[in-house]
């Protein structure tokens, strides 16, 4: 886990080498960054305070399953735009994001779905589908995430894994492509 010092390091950096006249943008990632909860409640008011006039904007990528309401407060009270990744309906997101111990994470999602709309959205709310090869009928999934309440989705092919089977190979970007350009007939 990234401790705080390193954390401020890092935004102190982000200021002092970026232009100074443009906002900055911090972004939390990698792993899951609610598990260091407090780390990203302390940097996001530190990168504000450092900030000042010139403006801070804010990204997290999470698998929405441990939102909590105080962290749906942050989200809304700072411009934050949150990524919440998702892979369909209950059965295909379930299928290739189990939960440790069993259960659904499908449902820890619309859980903090909930939580988002009852705390007030954060500026931006996005789902991120990860496709493999075995990936079918995007628009369907794109039209379930645009129900769910997501402003947008987008959609990431597996184009290296452990597990070959799970990645693209050429041969899969034809069907691919056709069900991108379907998904862009649905707006």
Known sequence: MMDEVVAFQAIDRLLL??????????????????????????????AVDRAGARG?????????????????????????TIQISIDGNREENDRARPMRGGGSSYDQILRSLEIL???????????RVTVTPNTRDLPSILQHLLDLGFDDVGFAPVLVSPNPD??????????????????????
């Open 117 to 127: 709309n009852a705390q007030g959205r954060p500026r931006q709310l996005s789902a």
């Open 56 to 80: 801070v904007r804010f990204s997290m990528t999470t698998n929405g399953t441990l939102i909590t309401e105080r962290d749906a407060q942050l989200f809304h009270e700072f411009p934050f």
């Open 17 to 46: 080498e970026s232009d100074q006249a443009e906002p900055v943008l911090v972004g939390f990632m990698g792993g899951e960054p609610l598990l260091n909860r407090e780390l990203v409640h302390k940097a996001t008011r530190y």
């Open 166 to 187: 799970a990645a693209f190979s050429s041969d899969d970007f034809d069907r691919f492509l056709d069900e991108m350009k379907a998904c862009g007939r649905l707006a």
